[in-house]
């Protein structure tokens, strides 16, 4: 049972006032592109998980752990405890995704393993798992999880995990600028926080951007690249400053928008064509402010079998 399953990068991500159980609530719009990581489940004796970097791709997975605290384990673990099943499962993963990039790698592979051991699992006839089950295991994982399983592009609420879908029109081109080393994702909220501190700054309710919504729905990608945002961007920056440099030779090199993905250190870059994404990608490839660089297109579907 093998499935495919998206990167993820934020096209809105405002971070509101922490809350009590030490989260912020979060207004965050997932766009997922045609980056992706395979999962691969085999009946086994025990959990047992293997990582592979995709031909041609450059990913560190020797940054990715083998052991029950992989995503895709523990997701697996989750599946047959709710199957009531011995969670006796080989995984494979195939990793296209770049490590702690914030592109949700780690949450991906979670979700593919979902998939992938409800449909080994599962009675093939009378399934005990709907969509909805899984995309309520896939919340227990993680925040980003259950948009790996819906993919397209969709509105984030709470912590992420209450997924709307976002109206869209037409496919836009991205590069990505991955970069040496990861970043870890509470320590950029936490130098999230720090730096509103440190400002003084009063942190408002966040809001869905209505700029984004209209460009996203009719598909204008100039209006798209003008209102991507993302709150942990200084954060990322501070803690990476090379990104700083990232960002505006990208946008020098003539992308209509650029951002930091989530919580970095992976920077994006929109195009307004495919052409224009060739381009622009060899141009970047070319100034060697990336680890490396990569095309993709979105929105596409998220976990799938292949
Ligand atoms: P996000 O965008 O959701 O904040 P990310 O893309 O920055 O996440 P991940 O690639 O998901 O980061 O990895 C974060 C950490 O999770 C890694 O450093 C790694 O130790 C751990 N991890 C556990 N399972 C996996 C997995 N299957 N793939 C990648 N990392 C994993």
């Known amino acids: ?20 159980d030490g989260y912020h609530d979060l207004v965050n719009v997932f766009h997922a592109v045609s980056l992706f990581d395979e999962v691969t ?29 992989n995503l895709a384990a523990r997701a697996a673990r989750l599946v047959a405890t709710r199957l009531g099943v011995e969670p006796a499962v080989s995984l494979r993963i195939r990793k296209a995704i770049p490590v702690a990039g914030g592109m949700a790698g780690g949450s991906a592979d979670a979700a593919a393993a979902l998939l992938a051991c409800a449909r080994l699992w599962d009675s093939a006839d009378e399934p005990v798992l709907s969509k909805d089950d899984l995309l309520e295991l896939g919340a227990e994982l993680g925040s980003d999880v259950p948009f790996a399983l819906l993919g397209g592009t969709a509105i984030g609420l709470g912590r992420g ?34 730096l509103r501190e440190a400002h003084g700054e009063k942190v408002a309710w966040p809001e869905v951007s209505e700029e984004l919504m209209t460009a996203l729905a009719t598909g204008d990608s100039k209006a798209l690249g003008a ?28 992308a209509i928008g650029a951002l930091v993905s989530g919580s970095g250190p992976t920077c994006a870059f929109l195009a307004d064509s495919e052409e224009h994404a060739a381009e622009l990608a060899a141009a970047l490839s070319g100034v060697g402010v990336a680890k490396s660089v990569v095309r993709a297109s979105g929105a596409v579907p998220g976990a799938t079998i292949i």
């Not at 049972?1 to 990068?9: D, E, G, I, N, Q």
């Not at 993302?230 to 020098?252: E, H, I, K, V, Y």
């Open 1 to 20: 049972m093998t499935v495919r399953v998206p990167a993820k990068v934020n096209l809105q991500l405002s971070v509101g006032p922490i809350r009590d």
């Open 41 to 69: 489940a085999e009946p086994s004796t025990g959990v047992e998980v293997a990582v592979e970097a995709a031909p041609g791709s450059e990913v560190a997975v020797e940054d990715v752990p083998t052991d029950g605290s």
């Open 227 to 254: 209102a991507l945002h993302n709150d942990l961007q200084p954060a990322a920056l501070m803690l990476r400053s090379p990104l700083r440099r990232t960002l505006t030779t990208g946008m020098d090199l003539g």
């Open 161 to 194: 995990e209450r997924l709307t879908p976002a109206l869209t029109r037409g496919v836009f081109h991205w590069v990505f600028a991955t970069a040496d080393g990861g970043l870890s994702t509470p320590a950029v909220y936490a130098e999230c926080d720090r």
